[in-house]
């Protein structure tokens, strides 16, 4: 579902999708962002400031509604 998003939103909303145990980048933003359980989805406006988080399975209507509140 993630990857249909990504390309129905490409131009609009850069995805990074990060594995937080391998990745150093990855542990850093998830403790930037107290993400503690996998998967978390944080959402972040243009200007850098987090607009929503949800934390575990996500239906496609939720993730577009995070989705579409970014500015």
Do not use: C, H, W
């Not at 594995?19 to 243009?46: C, M, R």
């Not at 200007?47 to 509604?65: C, F, H, K, N, P």
């Amino acid at each position: 579902m993630v990857n249909g998003l990504k390309a129905e939103y490409e131009g609009k909303v850069e995805f990074q999708i990060l594995n937080v145990e391998k990745d150093a980048e990855g542990a850093k933003l998830a403790d930037t962002f107290g993400a503690q359980y996998v998967p978390t989805f944080v959402f972040v406006n243009s200007d850098g400031t987090q607009s929503g988080q949800l934390v575990g399975t996500q239906s496609e209507a939720q993730m577009r509604a995070e989705l579409d509140k970014l500015d």
